[in-house]
């Protein structure tokens, strides 16, 4: 049995690599586990990876290495208590895990359907990396992350599941030149209100072109929808584009819960084009 399964291939030798929970056919578990194909996918070798919490998502570097992130804590059982965000190395050559630090705190809570209402939903927070593999890009090997992050997380029985809630998530988005030794950071919502943005999503195009698309209740943050913006940047990360939104008509979001699923893996961008998908 798996979940939140993630993928990545390696340009130059095909290789794929798979990072999931897994359960054994007896229900043990989960384990989290990398799984490595050389075969184009028709059999799978299983790596067990030194982390408890679920791996949000997986990049293969030009050398073939795997860089998954998640995030660690030293106290699972408290949600108000930031996790780091983490970055796990998976060595090819040497077939072993580095576990690469950040600075970046991650609070994992849910949000209020609107700032009216006490019903609450999972969104996606990612943390999402990527590696700039890009045959024209200027950042080539350039490391991103990307993940939604709460201002504070308010306790309040009244709320529907746990009792709590993340308030004023922002999108924000950092880059390393160095495999995530330092590390360069900022927020791309471009909006001044108090309202959440969630789901992120990223896409790299050949030259080296950011492609971000995002949930958004900025425009009205009581009402129970949302909406998805996009933006877009050419130096690597340094500036970005005026937030747009892509969506005609509002996204109705009134049940909570898990109604609009677990994650969004919801843009494509190339050289002159970028594609966003969102639930309507």
Known sequence: IFDYPKIARDPNSGTIFVVALSWNYIGLGPD????ISNNDGLNFTEIKLDTLFRSMSIDVDKNGNAFIVNPVSNNFADNTIPYKIRIIKFDRSLGKQTNISTPFD????????????????QQYQGPLIFIDKGSRSPKNGRMYLLWAAPKSIV???????YGMYG??????????????????????NDDNTSANQFFPAMSLDEDGGIHIAFADKRENPYGEYMDFYYTYSSDGGNTFTKNIRVNNEHIINKFGGRSIGDYLDNVVGYR???????PC
Not at 272 to 278: M, P, R, T
Request: charged residues 20%; neutral net charge; without cysteine.
């Open 32 to 35: 989290n586990s990398l799984f």
């Open 106 to 121: 991650y609070l994992t809570t849910w949000a209020r359907v609107s700032s009216l209402s006490g019903k609450t939903w």
């Open 155 to 161: 306790n309040d029985p009244k709320i529907e599941f």
């Open 167 to 188: 308030h004023d998530f922002d999108i924000i988005f950092a880059y390393s030149d160095d495999q995530g030794a330092t590390w360069s950071k900022k927020k791309i």
């Open 272 to 278: 002159n084009i970028s594609y966003v998908a969102y």
